[in-house]
């Protein structure tokens, strides 16, 4: 019959912990997995809204034959950033309008600066990080300086340029969703774009954008005249993002791995707790008469000889009391 288990011993504690420990975890990682993937989504952050209608239109067209006259510019008083055309040349600039003539000159000048360098122009060391609201909020602020921003470009396609002297037949305009909202795109117009860089009205490309802001640009949009930010870049910077291989199994890969480790985990333990502690071999006994090999041995009338001769030879003890013999 065998004898019952004693689970008060350590290799019995060690197998029982091997044995019910692993696979609990394994449940445990499983049911957070499925709980923060399936019952507890994270709660959507709703991006910025910004009001980007045009308050006025470009012209006032209550008036027949009304002719606009532009205020004089104010001067860029301190500059301390860097600036990609000239303060005279950007002070022309005009912001909540389209392209004018006055834009020409900063503009074709931010053009020959982007051109002068493909690395200067891409760096982002020395460009600030932006959001929409700061740049339609602070055109004036932004007028000339390096920015830096991420986002998806939605539409990019071939713009040709004005008639000029600096031999720049056309760019690139992009519509850009920035990260982080709102739902309200940023123009960029680029010199270049990458090889094999997709175009076309519905593309959706992640890129970051290095250049320098122009101005809050006029467009004309589905419902109505709507303003955005305009920034002019050498090329996007652009990681081509590989298709994921649709997976047959619902579970992760790092759920799937981390479930093969600790199933491995577990047989391993228990395989290990069911050894126990080692015993020490027992050694044979060796055999008698080996043992008494050099023992003599005698015969029992022989002993009693012996015996009775050593008797013989005690002398004996001397007589004890107050009185002699």
């Known amino acids: 019959m065998k004898a019952?288990?004693?689970y008060l011993k350590r290799v019995e504690q060690r197998r029982v912990f091997w044995l019910f420990m692993p696979p609990a975890?394994?449940?445990l990682l499983l049911v957070s997995w499925l709980e923060r993937t399936y019952l507890n989504p994270p709660p959507a952050v709703e991006a910025p809204q910004v009001d980007t209608a045009m308050k006025e239109d470009l012209v006032n067209r209550s008036v027949a034959d009304a002719v606009v006259i532009e205020a004089d510019p104010e001067p860029f008083v301190e500059v301390a950033d860097e600036v990609g055309a000239s303060l005279r040349a950007l002070e022309q600039v005009r912001d909540d309008t389209v392209f004018r003539s006055g834009d020409d000159e900063a503009w074709f000048q931010i053009w020959m600066t982007l051109r002068s360098g493909k690395e200067a122009a891409l760096d982002r060391s020395k460009a600030r990080e932006v959001?929409?609201?700061e740049l339609f909020g602070q055109p004036r602020s932004f007028r000339g300086k390096r920015v830096t921003f991420q986002g998806t470009i939605r539409r990019l396609q071939r713009v040709k340029a004005?008639?000029?002297?600096?031999?720049i037949d056309g760019?690139?305009?992009a519509w850009i969703?920035?990260?982080g909202g709102p739902d309200s795109p940023i123009v960029v117009y680029f010199l270049e774009i990458p090889e094999n860089f997709p175009t076309g009205m519905k593309i959706e490309e992640p890129v970051r954008v290095v250049g320098y802001f122009f101005k809050r640009w006029a467009y004309n949009a589905a419902d109505t005249i709507r303003l955005t930010p305009l920034v002019m870049a050498f090329e996007p910077i652009w990681e081509?993002?590989?298709p994921l291989t649709p997976s047959h199994n619902s579970l992760s890969t790092t759920?799937?791995?981390t479930m093969a480790v600790f199933v491995i985990l577990t047989f391993w333990g228990i395989r290990w707790a069911n050894q126990g502690p080692r015993k020490t071999p027992r050694k044979e006994p060796t055999a008698l008469a080996s043992t008494l090999a050099n023992i003599e041995l005698f015969s029992p009338t022989e002993s009693l000889r012996r015996l009775s001769e050593a008797d013989k030879t005690i002398e004996p003890d001397p007589p004890q009391g107050l009185f002699p013999q």
Request: aromatic content about 14%.
């Open 131 to 133: 959001s929409f609201i």
């Open 4 to 6: 019952p288990r004693n």
């Open 25 to 27: 975890l394994v449940v």
């Open 255 to 257: 759920a799937l791995v």
């Open 177 to 179: 969703a920035p990260e």
């Open 240 to 242: 081509p993002v590989l």
């Open 162 to 167: 004005p008639a000029n002297q600096y031999n």
């Open 171 to 173: 760019y690139w305009q």
